[in-house]
């Protein structure tokens, strides 16, 4: 091949040819430990990282081979994995397709993982006595994220939505690698410091055990156990679990949820207004009927003597029934004024008023436009405004 010019396409064939024949290469074992496992549910198809403390390689197991795997695979599982070096010809990626694999026990993380578990479960930092419950009606939450990642967004989203007379502190920290617990510990002391957080969210989107190690960090698990504001978890997915989600006053499953937990929904919060004003009517109701049958009761001693009751039993009936009547009025007006300033003070943050003041919402597949930045040409866009939706698509974005 020497002086000629090929494709991108025939070098990787090339590339493979040669390893492929290579004997070696077509029948081998090799030992390590599974990370960022991904089971793609659609193909049955199998992709993960076998790993050592020195090196890494690409896997893939095939349906039909991942079908016969006896026992669950999940990350950080040490296994020995059976099968043949080649290329993936249209990346040129060089990755080992796996034909079986047998358990060799637990991968060093995931070891170090449960003994960690183990002795802060002993010390009792995960005692469920020592949970809090999270505020109700907060009024201030501090978010503990990356101010870059998908988690910050979803919780204010979220929080948006629910409850958006709630202020949300974003606290950004990093979420990975070795300085992310540190990070993560001088913001809580800086949280810890305030007096106006009702709740904490601390956590990130998902990933691999490695992605997620901070969050295993001890010095950081104590240091949420020492919060004396109640702490939200909310690192990962639905089946990641950290240390951090053990010792944190409430797990949520992820970042989105957390924000579920932390704050209520403002539609709940009418209906619950609602109720009890409802109940406060009733009760005068009833307490002024049963005054009012005490009062046709008493008067009825006039039949009987007259000179003795008439004067001093109307007298004390009637000052009772305006005082009475005054009392409710009062009560009503009060209620009323409360209910009133807190539904206008909703109304007055709620996305429909700003946009029947000449402002539109802009939205795509993927959520809300809130920048020009996030716009590109030929993207199609939803606007929506006071009295109806418009589909237009981008021609140009100038910022």
């Keep these: 091949?020497?002086?000629?010019?090929?494709?991108?396409?025939?070098?990787?064939?090339?590339?493979?040819?040669?390893?492929?024949?290579?004997?070696?290469?077509?029948?081998?074992?090799?030992?390590?430990?599974?990370?960022?496992?991904?089971?793609?549910?659609?193909?049955?198809?199998?992709?993960?990282?076998?790993?050592d403390s020195e090196a890494q390689i690409r896997c893939v197991m095939f349906n039909s081979y991942a079908v016969k795997v006896p026992f669950a695979v999940e990350d950080g599982m040490r296994v020995v994995v059976n099968g043949r070096v080649s290329v993936y010809e249209r990346d040129g990626l060089y990755q080992l397709y796996v034909e079986s694999i047998e358990n060799a026990g637990e991968g060093?993380?995931?070891?170090?993982?449960?003994?960690?578990?183990?002795?802060?479960?002993?010390e009792g930092l995960f005692a469920a006595e020592e949970k809090r419950p999270i505020k109700k009606i907060p009024e201030k939450i501090a978010v503990l994220t990356s101010d870059t990642g998908a988690a910050?967004?979803?919780?204010?989203?979220?929080?948006?939505?629910?409850?958006?007379?709630?202020d949300i502190l974003l606290c950004p920290v990093v979420v990975q690698g070795d300085n992310a617990p540190y990070s993560m510990i001088n913001m809580l002391d800086r949280v810890y410091e305030r007096d106006d957080v009702d709740t904490i969210i601390i956590g990130r989107g998902g990933g691999?055990?490695?992605?997620?190690w901070a969050?295993?960090?001890?010095?950081?698990?104590?240091?949420?156990?020492?919060?004396p504001i109640?702490?939200?978890?909310?690192?990962?997915?639905?089946?990641?679990?950290?240390?951090?989600?053990?010792?944190?006053?409430?797990?949520?499953?992820?970042?989105?949820?957390a924000a579920e937990l932390a704050v209520p929904d403002k539609e709940m919060l009418f209906e619950?207004?609602?109720?009890?004003?409802?109940?406060?009517?009733?009760?005068?109701?009833?307490?002024?009927?049963?005054?009012?049958a005490k009062y046709e009761l008493a008067s009825s001693g006039m039949l009987l003597n007259p000179l003795r009751y008439f004067d001093n039993v109307t007298i004390k009936v009637d000052g009772f029934e305006e005082k009475l009547k005054s009392s409710i009025n009062r009560m009503m007006l009060v209620f009323d004024k409360r209910f009133s300033d807190a539904a206008a003070r909703l109304d007055a943050l709620s996305p429909l008023k700003i946009i029947s003041r000449g402002f539109a919402a802009v939205s795509s597949g993927d959520?809300?436009?809130?920048?020009?930045?996030?716009?590109?040409?030929?993207?199609?866009?939803?606007?929506?405004?006071?009295?109806?939706?418009?589909?237009?698509?981008?021609?140009?974005?100038?910022?």
Aim: hydrophobic content about 40%; proline content about 2%.
């Design 367 to 399: 959520g809300l436009i809130k920048s020009a930045k996030e716009l590109s040409a030929g993207q199609n866009i939803a606007l929506r405004f006071s009295d109806g939706d418009a589909d237009c698509k981008v021609t140009e974005v100038r910022c």
């Design 230 to 257: 109640p702490v939200i978890s909310a690192v990962g997915h639905e089946t990641d679990f950290t240390i951090c989600d053990f010792v944190a006053d409430v797990r949520a499953s992820t970042p989105s949820h």
């Design 108 to 122: 060093d993380l995931y070891a170090a993982f449960n003994r960690l578990k183990e002795k802060l479960k002993k």
């Design 1 to 51: 091949m020497n002086g000629m010019t090929i494709t991108v396409k025939q070098l990787n064939t090339y590339v493979k040819s040669l390893i492929e024949s290579d004997a070696r290469l077509l029948r081998l074992s090799v030992a390590g430990e599974i990370s960022n496992f991904k089971n793609h549910y659609s193909s049955g198809h199998w992709y993960f990282t076998l790993k």
């Design 272 to 292: 619950l207004i609602s109720g009890l004003k409802t109940k406060l009517y009733s009760g005068l109701a009833a307490r002024y009927n049963t005054a009012k």
């Design 215 to 227: 969050f295993n960090n001890e010095a950081l698990a104590r240091k949420i156990y020492e919060s």
């Design 208 to 212: 691999s055990l490695e992605d997620l």
């Design 152 to 166: 910050v967004r979803d919780i204010f989203n979220i929080t948006s939505t629910r409850y958006p007379v709630c």
